[in-house]
C-alpha cells in the first residue's frame, strides 16, 4: 500500500481523521463519481422511463441549465481552458448526445409517419 502526504485545510483534517479506517473505501467511492450531477442522468432516465412517443423522443432536450452549462464548456473548449474534470464532463454530454441521437434514429420510421 502507497503512503500519500497531502495538505488539508483545519476544517477538513477532523472529518478525514473521523473516517479513520474508513477513509480509503471514502476515497475509493469520490474518485468514482460520475462526470455530472445525478439529476442530469435522473432527468435522461425519467423520460426514457416514461415511455414517450415518438414525437416527444423527436422534441425531447437538454434543460435550460444544461444548455447553459454546455454553452459555458464549449467556450473554455474553444479557448483551451478546459480542466480535466470539465473535459470529463464535456466528454459525458457528448455520450449523452449521442445516446439521445441513436435513440431518435431508432424512431425515425415512426416520425415519418407522424407528420
Known amino acids: 500500500m ?13 472529518l478525514v ?15 468514482r ?23 416527444e423522443v423527436a422534441t425531447f432536450g437538454p434543460t435550460p441549465e444544461m444548455t447553459e452549462r454546455l454553452r459555458t464548456l464549449m467556450a473554455r473548449e474553444a479557448a483551451g481552458d478546459l480542466t480535466p474534470t470539465e ?9 449523452l448526445e449521442h445516446l439521445m441521437v441513436m435513440i431518435k434514429a ?3 420510421r415512426y416520425l415519418a409517419g407522424a407528420r
Do not use: C, K, M
Open 106 to 108: 431508432g424512431n425515425l
Open 17 to 31: 481523521a473521523q473516517a479513520g479506517d474508513r477513509l480509503p473505501e471514502l476515497l475509493r467511492q469520490s474518485l
Open 33 to 55: 463519481q460520475p462526470a455530472l450531477p445525478a439529476h442530469i442522468y435522473r432527468y435522461v432516465l425519467n423520460f426514457l422511463a416514461n415511455n414517450p412517443d415518438a414525437g
Open 2 to 14: 502507497a503512503t500519500i502526504t497531502i495538505e488539508v485545510p483545519d476544517e477538513l483534517s477532523e
Open 87 to 95: 473535459r470529463a464532463e464535456f466528454d459525458e454530454y457528448e455520450r
